[in-house]
């Protein structure tokens, strides 16, 4: 394969990394929203339910992150030393809060649950879950909006302005309520599962809330890239509206499920709105990494590690695949869902 076919195709495994750590640790991220809003006489059973769904899977989600900063980090090291520079706050900011809600889950399940030390964990977990994908989709609308501005090889902005734009902000609030979208619709079926019938109306509730709430803040997105991000803008209208169509149409579905009990569909509607939102973003701003100065051929390695490491995440995901849908099927296959 020639430079840019490597190219592309890193590009779509890292895309399609992206979309896996959304789908799945976005509703970790999701369910810890879920933990922190927990109120009234039921709040330890809604809490039981998600430490229940995320126990066996959550660290096991984090792998997809891993895979994307490592693919960029040696495809396109440049572009990663750039976004290293321009978003080092709020990526330290996202790295703390994937720390402290990471260590805060695992704390907190020794001890009484209404002991204060557990009630002190259970909050820093459902802050860390609620900080954690805000600061996360805002540095990706920052990578889109044309708000970093690379000079001289040198980031020339300052730590906060390049990633504080409407379209973040926006952004942020999308992946924020995104998260909250896909836990109650995955938290809905899990409660299914396990034959509570209170808490799957409760979680299914919330999923239309939450569906309803996303697609106003997803409106309001496309309106802010409209003034705020002009390259983006243009690249949803002429390549990626496909992508906000289908989005929007699998939205609808799963939010028509939902009020049907179509629970099971209902979740892959879901999954198959959120993912449309990041091919789009992706078709959208090719063939730049990061509007308006960074195009992804300019800052590729060279082609021989290009092949070694397309070769290498083959292998990878070989011996990867396999043991991932192990592990889901083990712990999160309908039959081992029963207390």
């Known amino acids: 394969m020639s430079g840019t076919q490597l190219q592309l195709v ?17 509703a970790d991220f999701g369910g810890g929203v879920w933990d922190l809003l927990a109120r009234g006489p039921d709040h330890q059973d809604e809490r039981d339910l998600i430490s229940h769904a995320i126990g066996p899977v959550w660290e096991a989600n984090h792998v997809w992150l891993i895979f994307v900063v490592t693919a960029l980090f040696a495809a396109f090291p440049q572009a990663f030393a750039y976004l290293g520079v321009a978003l080092y706050l709020p990526f330290g900011i996202a790295l ?44 990706a609308a920052a990578i889109a909006s044309g708000r970093i501005n690379v000079a001289g090889g040198f980031v ?24 909250a979208y896909l836990a109650a619709t995955y938290l809905t079926v899990e409660a299914q599962h396990q034959g509570d019938d ?6 299914r509730m919330r999923a239309i809330v939450s569906g309803l709430v996303a697609g106003v803040v997803a409106a309001v997105g496309l309106a802010a890239a409209s003034a705020d991000a002009p390259y983006l803008w243009h690249g949803m209208l002429h390549r990626g509206w496909p992508f906000v169509v289908l989005s929007g149409i699998a939205g609808i579905a799963s939010l028509a499920a939902t009020i049907g009990r179509h629970l099971k569909l209902a979740r892959v509607g879901a999954a198959v709105a959120v993912a449309s939102v990041i091919a789009g973003w992706g078709v959208s701003q090719w063939p730049y990494l990061i509007v308006p100065d960074v195009k992804a051929a300019d800052v590729a390695a060279p082609i021989g590690s290009l092949r070694a490491i397309t070769v290498g995440y083959g292998v990878g995901a070989l011996l990867l695949a396999p043991s991932l849908f192990l592990l889901l099927r083990i712990f999160k296959g309908s039959k081992n869902q029963q207390p």
């Open 156 to 179: 020339t902005n300052g730590l906060v302005d390049s990633w504080t734009g409407p379209l973040s902000w926006a952004a942020g609030a999308l992946a924020l309520v995104i998260c």
């Open 198 to 203: 209170q808490l799957r109306e409760l979680f």
């Open 96 to 139: 703390a809060g994937i720390v402290f809600r990471g260590a805060a889950f695992a704390f907190r399940a020794h001890g009484d649950p209404a002991a204060a030390w557990a009630r002190t964990w259970s909050r820093v977990f459902g802050v860390a879950s609620l900080v954690t994908p805000v600061v996360l989709g805002m540095s």
């Open 10 to 26: 890193l590009l779509v495994a890292m895309g399609a990394g992206l979309t896996l750590y959304v789908l799945l640790g976005g």
